[in-house]
């Protein structure tokens, strides 16, 4: 059975990404995560180091919703 990917939204923070996954730039090429089996991904549009988080939103005081809007249709 193959290994899943969890996603996890942290409080006015980061998602979380845990399991076994790639992830590439805009252009295509694969970016190294450095063997880690779990990511931090900005979601304020501050961080320093996107796509990944560096902390920078609890310094300017991100708010946002906690729980993930559902889809209307």
């Known amino acids: 059975m193959a290994e899943t990917v969890d996603i996890s ?4 923070g980061p ?13 295509g090429n694969l970016l190294d995560l450095g063997g880690k ?9 501050a961080s320093t180091t996107k796509p990944f988080c560096d ?7 991100f708010l946002a919703a906690n729980e993930a809007a559902r889809e209307s249709g």
């Open 55 to 61: 902390g920078t939103h609890s310094k300017i005081g």
């Open 9 to 12: 939204i942290r409080p006015s």
């Open 37 to 45: 089996d779990t990511i931090a991904l900005c979601r304020c549009g």
């Open 15 to 27: 998602y979380l990404v845990r399991g076994p996954v790639t992830l590439h730039d805009g252009q």
